[in-house]
């Protein structure tokens, strides 16, 4: 009895802290993207959008967006697979690519994808297998769903629509995957192009500074967040919606595909 009663206690005790430690741990959300998303890059005036959506959010955020990146050099870099490593079963990750996978493969070869809209078609580059967008974001989807991680798509973000208005594919690839696995979808073309239309041409001209049409100075930074918050607060199937800290965001209302 002189041993069993403190051994016992003892073992009641850590099943109570991991029981725990397992609910209270809050998920960390972790952003695969490229320059629209990430850090500054040395540019003072440009900024992504992963930069500011601590501000919305009561959750960990780690930023692993890079500048020029594509679904192709995300998954041959072993970004994709690094973040697959960092998850925690329950943590969540934003993938949004589209901007960079433009650049053709027949004019960026290096890290652009193979073209078509099926998982299936491939290219050579210089004896190495190239696939297409959709095939390079699913096989990410998979490699993050079997780590536990949940995953959500996000289209890449509008250019400038006062400066050049083009939908590009990727909007619609991206859409097309989030739909095929049942995974929350931030569309974040659309809701972008609610936000500006709502702001005006003088003030949207003014987030994209040095004459340019694809990177936000940090002030659009905040609204490309903003975006990213309102997705959540507008589909119950998000998983980040439980963390938005501010419902007072930009679009003022839900788009929804
Ligand atoms: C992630 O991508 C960047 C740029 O493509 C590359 O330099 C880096 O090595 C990659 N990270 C890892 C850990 O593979
Ligand atoms: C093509 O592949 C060869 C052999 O692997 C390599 O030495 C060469 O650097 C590659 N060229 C380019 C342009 O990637
Ligand atoms: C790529 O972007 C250019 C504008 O920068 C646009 O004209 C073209 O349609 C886009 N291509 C695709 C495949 O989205
Ligand atoms: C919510 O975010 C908006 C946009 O950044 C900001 O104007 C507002 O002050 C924030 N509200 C609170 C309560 O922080």
Not at 78 to 89: E, L, R
Not at 99 to 107: A, G, I, M, W
Not at 192 to 216: E, F, I, M, R, S
């Amino acid at each position: 009895m002189k041993f069993h009663a403190p051994l016992s206690l003892l073992g009641a005790c850590v099943a109570t802290v991991q029981a725990y430690a397992v609910r209270a741990i809050p998920p960390t959300l972790y952003i695969a993207g490229d320059s629209t998303a990430a850090k500054d890059d040395g540019n003072l005036a440009l900024l992504g959008w992963g930069e500011k959506i601590g501000q919305y959010l009561s959750i960990p955020i780690v930023n692993n967006a890079i500048s020029g990146a594509t679904t192709r050099s995300f998954t041959e870099g072993g970004n994709f697979t690094d973040i697959a490593s960092a998850v925690k079963p329950g943590d969540i990750v934003i993938i949004e690519f589209g901007h960079n996978d433009n650049s053709t493969f027949s004019e960026n070869p290096t890290t652009g994808d193979c073209p078509g809209d099926d998982l299936t078609t491939t290219c050579n580059y210089n004896g190495t297998t190239v696939y297409t967008y959709k095939r390079y974001l699913q096989d990410a989807v998979d490699l993050l769903r079997s780590r536990h991680a949940r995953v959500i798509v996000a289209s890449q973000t509008p250019d400038n629509p006062f400066a050049i208005f083009t939908i590009p594919v990727y909007v619609q690839y991206a859409a097309d995957i989030a739909i095929a696995n049942h995974l929350p979808y931030i569309d974040h073309f659309r809701l972008l192009l609610v936000t500006y239309y709502a702001l005006g041409a003088d003030k949207t001209n003014d987030l994209y500074p040095l004459d340019q049409h694809v990177h936000t100075s940090p002030e659009g930074a905040d609204y490309v967040a903003q975006a990213v918050a309102k997705s959540a607060l507008c589909d119950s199937t998000s998983p980040l919606k439980p963390f938005v800290t501010n419902t007072t965001v930009l679009p003022s209302y839900c788009v929804t595909g």
